[in-house]
């Protein structure tokens, strides 16, 4: 248990409302990322945070915002749910700092009607 | 796109088989890492080669490398119906986990 929690774990939202997925870790590690998952895509990397307040972009962050305020929470927002955000979303940390081992949350399900 | 590519994207052995798995990509990577991803629930790690090492073991796992040729290949031996999940190959091209990519997976499927 990499001490990772997804909040909420299933959501079924409506177009063009916001929506914001929140991971929790427990173990104050400095990295934290935001993943989704899709058929055919595999996971694709969102954003990620090297510290509180500070984040980057990552290969698919259009639509999408972070904040990280505290070291143990790192919060996804979609601004306005499109059905193209449908996916499943995760989060993970990263716990070595010489390599990108990446240890993962259960995931959040967002379906955008 | 620089994520890995798995091949099969599906197999199905018996309880007892040995499962391979293979990995493309196409540029110089730092190192390859697999994951194993039970349905429903998020990636776990299973090991990690670095770009100077050819061959890793881990309990009934076996990585090797092969940067010639940009390859990898996951081997688990003796497999049981636990390890029926999808596996994903995420080649590191740089210092960091933004620099992960990962593959769309092989689904394996071990029958009893």
């Known amino acids: 248990d990499a001490g990772i929690t997804q909040s909420p774990r299933h959501k079924v939202t409506e177009t063009g409302t916001p929506v914001t997925l929140r991971c929790h870790q427990t173990?104050?590690?400095?990295?934290m990322y935001w993943y989704r998952q899709d058929p055919g895509h595999g996971l694709r990397l969102i954003h990620y945070?090297?510290?509180?307040?500070?984040?980057d972009k990552g290969e698919v962050s259009d639509g999408y915002s972070v904040s990280r305020s505290k070291t143990e929470d790192f919060l996804l927002t979609l601004e306005s749910a499109t059905s193209s955000q449908t996916s499943v979303y995760f989060c993970?940390?990263?716990?070595?700092?010489?390599?990108?081992?990446?240890?993962f949350g259960e995931g959040s399900r967002l379906t955008v009607l | 796109s620089q994520q890995g590519e798995e091949d099969p994207q599906a197999l199905s052995i018996q309880e007892g088989e040995n499962a391979t798995m293979n990995c493309s990509y196409k540029?110089?990577?730092?190192?390859l890492q697999w994951y194993r991803q039970n349905s429903g629930r998020g990636l776990v790690h299973l090991i990690l080669?670095?770009?100077?090492?050819r061959e890793k073991h881990s309990g009934r796992l076996r990585v090797t490398l092969d940067t010639s040729k940009k390859s990898s290949s996951l081997l688990i031996t003796a497999s049981r119906a636990a390890d029926t999940a999808s596996y994903f190959c995420?080649?590191?091209f740089g210092t960091g986990a933004n620099n992960l990519f990962f593959g769309t997976g092989t689904r394996l499927t071990v029958i009893p």
């Open positions: 945070s090297y510290g509180v307040k500070d984040t």
């Open positions: 995420a080649p590191q």
């Open positions: 993970a940390i990263r716990k070595d700092r010489d390599t990108g081992e990446l240890f």
């Open positions: 080669i670095r770009s100077n090492e």
């Open positions: 173990e104050n590690h400095r990295y």
């Open positions: 540029t110089s990577i730092n190192n």
